[in-house]
């Protein structure tokens, strides 16, 4: 019994990528004690221990550190210099002839070799149009970053339902083929047995060992592909791949609630990608915002303190020398006058970016619509699919048994009993394919009505 094709590329191409990355993934400590899952409880471990989720959370506090960033600038900053000049050549300076009576030029030299000067000064925002729309603009981006780590989220539940789902189903395949030998086996038997008492020919023994040997391939081949769904599941969750683990959760019970074509009405705007671009319009309107502040003035306060020294030699820690005191207070109001038309063309940018989001939300709304009725189609589409393959499982295992029992009458040939077997073998196949077809259908609408 054979996996989806699709489904089995995808485990294939998971593993892979596992043994490259999951020495980086954030996995737990291994045991040797097995663990037993849920579905939801793997998707819980999933949304702690995802990398992809990990670095959602981090995308979080590095929003909020920019947040904070902006925050402080509009705070007060306080800056402390100290400074030390030696003059060892002071500057000379001419005094013409005449200004001081002097009959002519005279070369003088103002200051002191040594000079040492300390100064406190606070710089204090006032007003800027800019730094307060900023203010206003924080709020939508964490709400960016917080909606990105919600469909994350949600891509994160989606994959390990699928994964889970598979991992369900590849056992269910083994479990079916090894019901399947154990019959085959003693119908083996049984016939060996005629055999040798010369009540059948060989011809059919060697049939049903053809049968055995091919359900016991198959059998391998499906306890190869359990392993390898399970593998991918233990990744997607970030957890180790030697970590054993065992799945609980039963396919007709999940078939069941599964199989319910009951959905809610369709929102487009309960999605979460909805609220994304909802959130990245109000980031551009706020960057337009701010361009237009440019035209505006912006004030700055300012307060220095300081002390300083001028001295003919390094003393400057004789307590007996005198330090000066300075001290000023002030502000500093910019007024933008002309940009050359630069802050204009800026702002257009920002409106023409707006107009862009505003059509890719129009645009969303049709397309999730689509997306919706796509998926609704194709569940009730793979719930049909999957009543028909468990008719066929049901009436290929009633042709099995009748066939059977024909074939220990003497009613039957050997031929006809390994066709029988082989048509079983095809349908349960084709029946668990139908239950994995069904149940991602069903998350595909979940998702598509934004409640995944």
């Given at each position: 019994?054979?996996?989806?094709?699709?489904?089995?590329?995808?485990i294939i191409?998971?593993?892979?990528?596992?043994?490259?990355?999951?020495?980086?993934?954030?996995?737990?400590?291994?045991?040797?004690?097995?663990?037993?899952?849920?579905?939801?409880?793997?998707q819980?471990?999933?949304?702690?221990?995802?990398?992809?989720?990990?670095?959602?959370?981090?995308?979080i506090?590095i929003?909020?550190m920019?947040?904070?960033?902006i925050?402080?600038?509009?705070?007060?900053q306080?800056?402390?210099?100290?400074?030390?000049?030696?003059?060892?050549k002071?500057p000379?300076?001419?005094?013409?002839?005449?200004?001081?009576?002097?009959?002519?030029?005279?070369?003088v030299?103002?200051?002191?070799?040594?000079?040492?000067?300390?100064?406190?000064?606070i710089?204090?925002?006032?007003?800027?149009?800019?730094?307060?729309?900023?203010l206003k603009?924080?709020k939508?981006?964490?709400?960016?970053?917080?909606?990105?780590?919600?469909l994350?989220?949600?891509q994160?539940?989606?994959?390990?339902?699928?994964?889970?789902y598979g991992a369900?189903?590849?056992?269910?395949?083994?479990?079916?083929?090894?019901?399947?030998i154990?019959t085959?086996e003693?119908?083996?038997?049984?016939?060996?047995?005629?055999?040798?008492a010369?009540?059948?020919?060989?011809?059919?023994?060697?049939?049903?060992?053809?049968?055995?040997?091919?359900l016991?391939?198959?059998?391998?081949?499906?306890?190869?592909?359990?392993?390898?769904?399970?593998?991918?599941?233990?990744?997607?969750?970030?957890?180790?791949?030697?970590?054993?683990?065992?799945?609980?959760?039963?396919?007709n019970?999940m078939l069941?609630?599964?199989?319910?074509?009951?959905?809610?009405?369709?929102n487009?705007?309960?999605?979460?990608?909805y609220?994304?671009?909802?959130?990245?319009?109000?980031?551009r309107?706020?960057?337009?915002?701010q361009?237009r502040?440019?035209?505006?003035?912006?004030?700055v306060?300012?307060?220095?303190?300081?002390?300083?020294?001028?001295?003919?030699?390094?003393?400057f820690?004789?307590?007996?020398?005198?330090?000066?005191?300075?001290?000023?207070?002030?502000?500093?109001?910019?007024?933008?006058?002309?940009h050359?038309?630069?802050?204009?063309s800026?702002?257009?940018?920002?409106?023409?970016?707006?107009?862009?989001?505003?059509?890719?939300?129009?645009?969303?709304?049709?397309q999730?619509?689509?997306?919706?009725?796509?998926?609704?189609?194709?569940f009730?589409?793979?719930?049909l699919?999957?009543?028909?393959?468990?008719?066929?499982?049901e009436?290929?295992?009633?042709?099995f048994?009748?066939v059977?029992?024909?074939?220990?009458e003497?009613?039957?040939?050997?031929?006809?009993?390994?066709?029988?077997?082989?048509?079983l073998?095809?349908?349960?196949?084709?029946?668990?394919?139908?239950?994995?077809?069904?149940?991602?259908?069903r998350v595909?609408?979940?998702k598509?009505?934004?409640?995944?």
């Amino acid at each position: 019994m054979k996996l989806p094709n699709s489904l089995f590329k995808c485990i294939i191409a998971l593993l892979i990528a596992s043994q490259a990355l999951v020495a980086n993934a954030q996995n737990t400590p291994t045991s040797s004690d097995s663990i037993t899952l849920t579905l939801e409880q793997a998707q819980s471990y999933a949304l702690e221990h995802n990398v992809s989720i990990l670095n959602s959370a981090l995308d979080i506090r590095i929003t909020k550190m920019r947040v904070l960033e902006i925050i402080t600038t509009g705070l007060p900053q306080i800056s402390a210099n100290l400074q030390y000049k030696d003059n060892f050549k002071l500057p000379v300076s001419i005094i013409p002839a005449g200004a001081f009576g002097n009959p002519e030029d005279l070369q003088v030299q103002f200051g002191t070799p040594q000079n040492m000067a300390l100064n406190f000064e606070i710089n204090q925002l006032i007003l800027d149009g800019r730094y307060f729309i900023g203010l206003k603009a924080n709020k939508a981006f964490l709400a960016i970053t917080q909606d990105q780590q919600n469909l994350t989220e949600i891509q994160v539940r989606e994959e390990i339902a699928k994964a889970f789902y598979g991992a369900l189903v590849a056992e269910e395949s083994r479990r079916i083929l090894a019901l399947n030998i154990a019959t085959i086996e003693r119908l083996q038997f049984e016939t060996s047995e005629l055999f040798k008492a010369g009540l059948t020919e060989e011809l059919s023994v060697d049939r049903l060992t053809l049968s055995l040997n091919n359900l016991k391939s198959k059998y391998t081949e499906a306890a190869f592909g359990a392993e390898l769904t399970l593998n991918v599941l233990k990744y997607q969750m970030g957890m180790s791949l030697e970590q054993p683990i065992k799945l609980t959760g039963n396919l007709n019970d999940m078939l069941i609630v599964n199989a319910d074509t009951t959905f809610g009405d369709f929102n487009a705007e309960s999605r979460v990608e909805y609220n994304l671009l909802k959130t990245q319009y109000e980031v551009r309107k706020y960057d337009a915002q701010q361009v237009r502040a440019n035209y505006l003035p912006s004030l700055v306060g300012f307060f220095g303190y300081g002390f300083n020294a001028q001295r003919q030699q390094f003393n400057f820690f004789d307590k007996t020398e005198p330090w000066f005191q300075t001290g000023y207070i002030g502000f500093q109001l910019n007024v933008p006058i002309f940009h050359s038309y630069k802050s204009g063309s800026v702002y257009q940018q920002k409106k023409l970016d707006m107009m862009k989001i505003q059509n890719n939300i129009n645009n969303f709304k049709e397309q999730a619509a689509l997306q919706y009725k796509n998926a609704l189609t194709e569940f009730k589409n793979a719930k049909l699919e999957y009543e028909i393959q468990l008719g066929n499982m049901e009436l290929a295992q009633k042709i099995f048994n009748k066939v059977t029992i024909m074939n220990k009458e003497g009613l039957s040939s050997s031929l006809e009993l390994a066709d029988a077997e082989s048509s079983l073998t095809q349908t349960q196949a084709n029946y668990t394919n139908a239950i994995y077809n069904l149940l991602v259908k069903r998350v595909a609408v979940e998702k598509a009505l934004g409640k995944l």
